[in-house]
């Protein structure tokens, strides 16, 4: 069974900075990709930004230069910098962990809102 739990959301002013941080647990292997995913209420989920195990990372058009995904020095760890937030960042952020013949596992989420 995985587990997969997400962190860091909370309330910033405009302009301002958080970090998400994401860990996955339990019987697992190196995922195979690790992402971060937003949703609003009666929105789909869109993908945020996703980092897989060779390093590449890919980004949403809308937090390019911003966003910055990381993974951490402990095993299916990464993290979300969110920086030069904007009201229209404020969403529910999930964690994927993804494996190759396992699935996708998510996180419950954690808020973050923008407002002044």
């Known amino acids: 069974q995985v587990q997969v739990v997400e962190s860091g959301g909370g309330l910033v002013q405009p302009g301002g900075s958080l970090r998400l941080s994401c860990a996955a647990s339990?019987?697992?292997?190196?995922?195979?990709?690790m992402g971060w995913y937003r949703q609003a209420p009666g929105k789909e989920r869109e993908l945020v930004a996703r980092?897989?195990?060779?390093?590449?990372?890919m980004y949403a058009d809308s937090v390019k230069g911003r966003f910055t995904i990381s993974r951490g020095n402990a095993k299916n760890t990464v993290f979300l910098q969110m920086n030069s937030l904007k009201p229209e960042d404020t969403d529910v952020y999930y964690c994927?962990?993804?494996?190759?013949?396992?699935?996708?596992?998510w996180g419950q989420g954690t808020q973050v809102t923008v407002s002044s």
């Open positions: 339990g019987s697992i292997s190196i995922s195979t990709s």
């Open positions: 980092i897989i195990s060779n390093g590449s990372t």
């Open positions: 994927k962990y993804y494996k190759l013949g396992v699935g996708d596992n």
